[in-house]
RNA sequence: ACAACUAUUGUCU
């Protein structure tokens, strides 16, 4: 319980006074430590656990592969995995396969993802969900689509699946078959709630259809810091400085103020068309009117900016100086 | 019996 509320001391002190400490009771700390980021230390207490002879079962080995694939540690994940097929009937277990892919696709190993993913005997829509969000995130939306099409075969795609597939869509520029994944879910009865929609905002946007972007922003609803935030980054991936703005401005008149992410898209924006008195301008602007403190991407798009244009002007001097 | 896990939407690198 003190775990779930996020009060990890109060779970650790109460986890402390236990006489007898079993699996159950080792998991539901573990589980704290991991859904607090505290990954380091949900391993350590997985280590404690097994130097007290106890069995780790399926779930703890789910959530300990959970936190190899969210810190990336494809070496533990590798041996946690061993020890899973040595001396468990685990391997079998579609939660267990599931928590394997995830982890191995998170380590950007999917080859070890497919692998696991072809020994399932039997597949959910988790399995599958994962294959395609590995795929998707790892910019390999060519499988992800053809995953997302053998799927079909048995399966129903869901509400993940679809924000998935509309990424991969994005980071391939796959717009016909973006067109096509959205034609799917207007048939589904699958609501076209803030999520959805902003998925594909972000899916035309990527794909440079800034047009039909719009269309699906102004059949919102409802819009959040994503929605304008991915209208922004749009225009502003194409260098379409005023256009980006016009969205820029438009989220703080309704209320919304502008984020990190936001803002990096602008200054991006001026990076992209070499407006470094522009840039310049939004960098002191929003640190003094809007609060936003710069950051790392933020200095890392002005450095961009700056000797972007430094080189431009040398190739302009390149160019004033040759003969032809 | 008690813990119940796992895929998903915006920026730069």
Redesign the pocket.
């Known amino acids: 319980m003190y775990a779930?509320c996020g009060s990890l001391t109060e779970a650790q002190m109460t986890f402390d006074r236990l006489p007898d400490k079993?699996?159950?009771s080792w998991?539901?700390l573990i589980?704290g430590y991991?859904?607090q980021g505290e990954g380091h230390l949900a391993i350590e207490c997985f280590y404690k656990m097994q130097q007290q002879n106890l069995k780790a079962?399926e779930?703890?080995f789910?959530?300990i592969l959970?936190v190899c694939g969210s810190i990336e540690d494809l070496y533990l994940g590798r041996k946690i995995h061993e020890h899973i097929v040595g001396n468990n009937g685990f391997e079998c277990n579609i939660?267990i396969g599931?928590?394997l892919i995830?982890m191995y696709a998170k380590c950007s190993s999917l080859e070890e993802a497919c692998i696991v993913f072809n020994k399932l005997p039997s597949k959910d829509?988790?399995s599958w969900?994962?294959m395609?969000?590995g795929f998707a995130?790892h910019d390999e939306g060519l499988y992800a689509l053809q995953f997302f099409e053998s799927m079909q075969c048995w399966l129903k795609p869901?509400?993940?699946?679809f924000?998935?597939i509309l990424?991969a869509c994005g980071t391939i520029g796959a717009l016909d078959q973006g067109r096509r994944i959205h034609e799917k879910i207007l048939e589904s009865k699958l609501r076209l709630d803030?999520?959805v929609g902003?998925?594909l905002i972000?899916m035309y946007a990527?794909c440079g259809s800034m047009n039909e972007a719009c269309g699906v922003f102004n059949s919102m609803s409802d819009r959040d810091?994503?929605s304008w935030?991915?209208m922004?980054?749009g225009y502003?991936?194409l260098g379409l400085l005023d256009s980006a703005v016009v969205y820029y401005e438009g989220m703080q008149c309704c209320g919304i103020k502008?984020?990190?992410?936001?803002f990096?898209?602008i200054l991006?924006a001026c990076s992209h068309v070499g407006l470094v008195d522009e840039g310049w301008w939004y960098f002191t602007v929003s640190k003094n009117c809007i609060g936003i403190i710069p950051n790392?991407?933020h200095y890392?798009?002005m450095i961009?900016l700056l000797s972007h244009a430094a080189c431009l002007k040398e190739a302009e001097e390149q160019a004033t100086l040759q003969p032809n």
């Not at 502008?258 to 936001?262: G, V």
């Open positions: 779930k079993n699996v159950v998991t539901a589980t991991a859904k079962n779930l703890t789910s959530i959970n939660g599931n928590a995830d829509v988790i969900g994962s395609i969000a995130q869901n509400k993940i699946i924000l998935s990424k803030i999520i902003n998925a972000d990527n810091m994503i935030g991915a922004v980054a502003a991936q502008p984020d990190n992410l936001t990096t898209a991006t790392e991407s890392n798009c961009d």
